[in-house]
């Protein structure tokens, strides 16, 4: 099965910069800070859960079915986490889709 990103270069590409430059508070800061902490801890999560199913797979392999409905439901997950924190962050920016 393919991996699937949506958001690869072209998404990038076709980003629409800010013609000013950005000024931020110190809330504004301390808020995307906690959301990347968030997304961090979110991706960590993630990653264990892929870690803890493989090693049962290799350890137990009986249990090869169980564990692979846990591996395909974390990149979904992921790929949500990033967009989240991508579209606070891009807010935050002034970023926008072209």
Do not use: C, W, Y
Request: charge should be neutral; hydrophobic fraction near 40%.
């Amino acid at each position: 099965m393919p991996l699937d990103f949506p958001h690869s270069s072209a998404h990038r590409n076709g980003m629409r910069m800010p013609s000013q430059p950005v000024q931020l508070s110190v809330e504004q800061i301390q808020d995307l800070n906690q959301k990347l902490s968030v997304l961090r801890h979110d991706i960590n999560n993630q990653l264990s859960l892929i870690m803890a199913a493989s090693e049962l797979i290799r350890h137990k392999p009986q249990m090869a079915d169980r564990m692979m409905a846990t591996l395909n439901e974390q990149p979904p997950k992921i790929t949500a986490a990033m967009a989240r924190f991508s579209a606070e962050f891009e807010n935050a920016f002034g970023i926008s889709q072209s």
